[in-house]
Structures are given as C-alpha cells and as structure tokens.
C-alpha cells in the first residue's frame, strides 16, 4: 500500500504510525471524512465538512483514479493505485468540485461549512 | 450476444456485428463503408495485400491483479504473435495505456518488449494511463510528441493517409474523451490537401463515437473531427481503450474498438462498471486479448481488418 497524503487523520493515523518511513503523522484527534471510491465513482459524491477538515479519498478499484480540483482550488493527488490513499485539508469554506482526471465521468463534491 | 444497438442495425450489419465477437481469424473487408466477412484462408485481400500492420492496445504494464497478474508476459507473447506473422507488418501501431500509472519505468519496458517485434517502425499514441500527472511529458519525451509536440500526427504509406489523434488530455469534468481546438484546426488543414479518393485511416485511443458515455468510452467533440472525414471514401477509424472488439459502420466510416494484450473489460452497460473483467473462466484469458492485423491492396480502398486472440 502506497500513501499519498498532505495531512492523515483518524484512524488512518493509527496505520500511518506503523509507517516508519512517513514523518509527519499527527497523533492530535482531527476529524476525518472519507470518500470511498469504488466502481468508478466517489461516494458519497457530496460531502460536507466543516472548516478545517481532512478528507481522504480510498480507492477500492482495481483500476487507478486521480483526484483533481476543478479550477486548482486544492492540491490534486497522484494517480491513486488499488488500496491507494489521499488526504486533503479544506480551510475555506466554499464549495469545491472535483473529478478524476483520467475518467472525467467520474465527479465529486466537497462542501465545506 | 449482448448488443444494444441490434435492434437499428439493418440484419446483414447485425450479422456483421456479432461476427466481430467471435474472435481470431475472422476477416474483414471494408469497402466503401460496408463490411464483408470472410475466412481468413478465403481472403483475396489478404494475399494481394500492398502491405499490412498492426494494432496493439491496451498493454497496462503496471498493472498486477486479477485476471492478468503479468501484463508484461501477455505483451511479450502478443509480440511473438506478431512475430510469426507469415508476412512481416510494414509498422505497428500502439492506440494508448502502454502503462498503467504513466511511470517512466513502464514505458521504458514497452519501448523495450517492442524492440524485439519485427516490424519496420513503431507508432504510438498516448491513452489517458499515459498522461497521469504530467500531462503526458514522460511518455511524449520516449515516444515524441508529433509535429507540433502535442502528440498528434500524419504520416502517408502506400496511398494511405493515416492521422494519430490525442483524445487523452486536458479532460473536463463530466465530460468524456476530448480533442479540442487546436487539434480540430490542425486535422483540417491536414485534410484539406487529401483527395477524397484516398482511403484515410485513423488512429485514437478512446473510441470516436458515442459507445457507451456513461462509462466515457466517447469522445465529446469526435462529431466535428468526423464532419471532416465524411467527404472521403473510404475512412477506418481504430481505437483501443474499452478492451474488447466493437464495430460500427456509419457511411464510409467504420469503426473498430481493439482488445487489450492485457486484460477484457465487460461489453457495454454489463455490470457495475467498466474496469478489468476479473471473473474469466479458468485459463481463458488468452482468448480475450491480443492483437489486430490490417491490411490493405493496392489500387482499392479495401482495407482487411483481422482479429488474433493469444489463446
Ligand atoms: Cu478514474
């Protein structure tokens, strides 16, 4: 399994913590929201979070998928690989749209309040 | 077998349809838009052939799970097919996902497994597995970037104009394959200078019509690429990126989906979703990939369109 993240949270800290070669993990309780990724799509498709939050997408395909922000509102993730990770901190409260570059069918919402 | 456009087909192109489905060594003929089939030892075509090539798809090197654990084994014997080939191909075309994560290393090991098919040249064109993250700048340094070094191209070989289209990059959300402007301005003036006489062959790695856009086997802007096209008489469309052979015929237009040398995908709308067809009947894999031989005769607009499965 391969980890792609800019900031891990929840129970994802837990595993991370077996992971040597990561520095950066957190052991400070931020809340965590996930988006599953499976049969090509996201799910849930929307999401709300509040300010501040980390979402991490999983992808349970065996097919990879990219997370990629519309307009570059935040940081898209490498091609993510089966079992494949990424997390991304929303700030700002907005409405962020995002799809996988590789199958642009694929679209997802993150509303942060 | 699953067809969902049966029912609007004319009964021999309904016939011609399933045909496509029954694997190595039917042979097509495509004349004037509409197909003949035949045994592959009864094709005249084939034996008066001007020259031939082949089409490779979909090799996923990377790729490590069900029903292909070693896509690089698949690739390597699909080459040895093509090796064995009584008549050596002029070139090889490979129509897109040489890799599965776009990594320097699987393309290094396509452009080495290619080294040893025994062919002229070798031709590629990039799937959307191949532009993951750089905007295709790994693959495009390895196999060129075309003559304007956006990775599309044309080339002539024996009275046929072939065109390389790119509809892999700069995808918008929602939305499916996609060509854009510029490219568009640049096939027209490409065209412009062809006579309509002369058979035209295009290559693409996601399919130019609306397959299947629920699970974006498309191309949203193809209906303006073909508006060009329609003039010609003979025109082949082939593309690969849905794993599995589809056909459709639309005026002097045919169209031809490729298999994989690595692993099916489920016909259109089967199933949750498209993605690797993992529950395969034991040791059946090989009849469901492989490679494409075409061929074309000298002084026709025939063009011989061959299916070889590995098994
Ligand atoms: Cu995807």
């Known amino acids: ?113 | 077998m699953k067809d969902d456009r049966d029912d609007v087909l004319p009964g021999r192109r309904r016939f011609l349809r399933c045909m496509a489905w029954a694997g190595a060594g039917t042979l097509w003929l495509v004349k004037g838009g509409v197909a003949h089939a035949g045994m592959l030892a009864t094709g005249a075509a084939a034996a008066d052939a001007t020259f031939g090539f082949v089409q490779i798809s979909d090799s996923h090197i990377g790729f490590h799970q069900a029903p292909n654990p070693d896509p690089v084994a698949s690739l390597r014997q699909s080459i040895a097919l093509v090796n064995a080939q009584p008549r050596r191909p002029d070139f090889i075309v490979h129509t897109g996902d040489l890799s599965h994560l776009s990594k320097p290393e699987q393309f290094d090991t396509v452009a080495e497994l290619l080294k040893e098919a025994k062919t002229g040249h070798v031709f590629y064109l990039p799937g959307e597995h191949d532009v993951i993250g750089d905007d295709g700048k790994a693959f495009f340094t390895r196999f060129g970037g075309g003559a304007g070094g956006n990775g599309w191209y044309n080339f002539d070989h024996h009275g046929v104009h072939f065109v390389a289209l790119v509809n892999v990059r700069h995808l918008q959300a929602g939305g499916l394959g996609y060509l854009g402007s510029e490219q568009f301005a640049w096939l027209k003036q490409d065209l412009a200078g062809i006579s309509a006489s002369t058979p035209v062959v295009v290559f693409a790695h996601m399919p130019m019509w609306s397959l299947y856009p629920a699970w974006g086997w498309g191309t949203q802007d193809s209906a303006q690429a073909l508006s060009l096209l329609r003039r010609f008489g003979s025109v082949t469309v082939l593309n690969g990126h849905i794993h599995q052979i589809q056909q459709k015929v639309e005026g002097t237009i045919t169209f031809h989906t490729a298999r994989s040398t690595a692993y099916p995908q489920p016909a259109p709308g089967t199933g949750p979703a498209p993605g690797p067809l993992k529950n395969l009947p034991a040791g059946r894999l090989h009849d469901y990939i492989g490679v494409r031989d075409v061929r074309h005769a000298r002084g026709s607009q025939v063009l011989a369109v061959t299916e070889q499965s590995l098994g």
């Open chain 1, 1 to 113: 399994m391969r980890w792609n993240s800019i900031l891990l949270a929840g129970p994802f800290a837990l595993a991370l913590a077996a992971h040597a070669a990561t520095p950066a993990a957190s052991t400070k309780a931020a809340p965590g929201y996930q988006v599953g990724i499976r049969n090509f799509h996201f799910m849930p498709a929307k999401l709300v979070v509040p300010a501040g939050g980390t979402v991490t997408w999983i992808n349970h395909d065996e097919e990879p998928h990219v997370v990629t922000s519309v307009g570059d509102r935040f940081k898209n993730s490498p091609a993510l690989d089966t079992n494949d990770h990424y997390s991304a901190t929303f700030a700002q409260p907005g409405t962020y749209t995002y799809f996988c570059s590789i199958h642009p069918q694929m679209v997802g919402t993150i509303v942060v309040r």
